[in-house]
């Protein structure tokens, strides 16, 4: 992940604008596993897709 790190907020940042309303970014390799992850608001957006406090959330019910 240290190599791609940042690799997310690029395309979020420098390519697009704040018409388009990006409001997440995620990338995966070939595993599904997280390598970059831009999320512009860290409070309303999972840090790992796969990997939801959801999930979690959904099973106490």
Same mark, same amino acid.
């Given at each position: ?5 940042? &690799? +997310?907020?690029?395309?979020? &940042? !420098? &390519?697009?604008? !704040? $018409?388009? #309303?990006?409001? *997440? ?5 070939? #595993?599904? #596993?997280?390598?970059? *992850?831009? /999320?512009? @608001?860290? +409070?309303?957006?999972? /840090? @790992?897709?796969? #990997?939801? $406090?959801?999930? !979690?959330?959904? $099973? @106490?019910?």
């Amino acid at each position: 992940m240290k190599d791609y790190y940042w &690799r +997310s907020w690029y395309f979020a &940042r !420098k &390519r697009f604008t !704040k $018409e388009d #309303q990006l409001f *997440a970014v995620y990338l995966y390799d070939m #595993q599904d #596993q997280l390598v970059s *992850a831009y /999320r512009y @608001n860290a +409070s309303s957006f999972p /840090r @790992n897709l796969y #990997q939801t $406090e959801y999930d !979690k959330f959904g $099973e @106490n019910i």
